[in-house]
């Protein structure tokens, strides 16, 4: 187990206003709790921002599976990725709409590469590749 160790943060008023009200809509138990998301989501931004790392992606696309062709061309992508696609997940959300979510895992420009070709492909309605990584660092 890590040690705790605890330091003092001076800022402006409002700004800790504006931050306390963040605090409440997020339902974090304290100041200190959201400030280690806090600093923890800008590490990981930095990981990502290093085309080499090795990092996690979560990708959602939303498709019309009556498109031509579009289910035998998403499942290209996936298996001829050059990342590892770990997991998926498809959901029936109406008669002609499904969302899809993968797992990608790779490093950070091979997992963006994989994600943008997706979401590029006709027929995808819309796409979103979530960050993160391993946690390695991140205690």
């Given amino acids: 187990m890590s040690t705790l160790i605890r330091f003092g943060i001076s800022m402006e008023d409002e700004l800790l206003k504006q931050f306390d009200r963040y605090i409440i809509e997020k339902n974090y138990s304290n100041r200190s709790e959201a400030i280690r998301d806090l600093i923890r989501d800008n590490l ?13 992606g979560s990708l959602t ?18 298996h001829d990725s050059s990342c590892d696609i770990v997991a998926t ?14 797992v990608l895992r790779g490093t950070a420009a091979t997992v963006r590469e ?26």
């Fill in 44 to 56: 990981i931004r930095k990981q990502w921002a290093d085309p080499n790392e090795q990092v996690l």
């Fill in 89 to 102: 997940m498809h959901v029936h959300v109406d008669h002609h709409n499904c969302m899809e979510m993968m």
């Fill in 114 to 139: 994989v994600a943008d070709k997706i979401i590029a492909t006709k027929g995808v309605k819309h796409g979103k590749l979530h960050t993160t990584t391993r946690g390695e660092g991140l205690h």
């Fill in 61 to 78: 696309i939303v498709y019309d599976h009556h498109q031509r062709k579009l289910v035998d061309k998403l499942l290209d992508l996936q």
